[in-house]
């Protein structure tokens, strides 16, 4: 099984959300597993990151957490995803030094270039389609992956209302890996574990 699924948590974690995620990593398709919680008080969110890094780490998924370069410091948690306004990617970089450090890039060649300049591990662009999590966020088109093939030797990670219908193009047009989240945790016909075997 090539792992080639990059998950993001829902916005709020159900009780059974951690027997869900090890259900869900158990099929061995997805490379990262990012943690986007927003308002979480330290504590809390702490403990929440204890439990998912011990079902990373036991099906050898990468911990990403979203925003936060601090909690990326933490012991079993891999790196940082940062958008275009989560503070200074340099200061991320310089204190993240051997993990890893994506960025979100929208559908913008300079934002790319810059994050490349910036040394991030994988450049993130998107929306692609219309999305439950982010349901202002800007729009990107498939022209930008056929020019981020060519012109950047980084990962790609595509995102934004990804589903098992329309991930195949986005693939096919250079994508290395696929953000999904809602059609994991929100999909009204599919348990969690059932809804990420669509991706082979």
Request: glycine share 4%.
């Amino acid at each position: 099984m090539k792992r080639f699924v990059y998950l993001i948590s829902p916005n709020k974690l159900k009780p059974n959300f951690y027997l869900d995620l090890d259900k869900v990593l158990s099929f061995k398709n997805v490379k990262y597993f990012q943690l986007r919680l927003k308002n979480t008080k330290k504590k809390k969110f702490i403990a929440i990151l204890n439990k998912i890094k011990k079902i990373t780490a036991k099906h050898k998924v990468k911990f990403i957490i979203n925003d936060n370069y601090n909690m990326a410091f933490r012991p079993g948690v891999d790196g940082c995803h940062m958008g275009q306004f989560d503070g200074s990617f340099k200061i991320a970089r310089n204190k993240l030094k051997n993990k890893i450090l994506g960025i979100t890039c929208h559908n913008s060649k300079i934002l790319a270039k810059k994050a490349c300049q910036n040394k991030a591990d994988y450049i993130a662009f998107g929306s692609f389609f219309k999305s439950k999590l982010k349901p202002n966020a800007k729009k990107a088109n498939l022209n930008i992956l056929k020019w981020a093939n060519k012109n950047i030797k980084k990962p790609i990670v595509v995102i934004g209302g990804i589903s098992d219908l329309n991930y195949k193009k986005l693939v096919k047009a250079g994508a290395k890996y696929i953000a999904i989240s809602s059609f994991i945790w929100d999909n009204p016909k599919l348990k969690p574990e059932l809804a990420i075997k669509k991706f082979k």
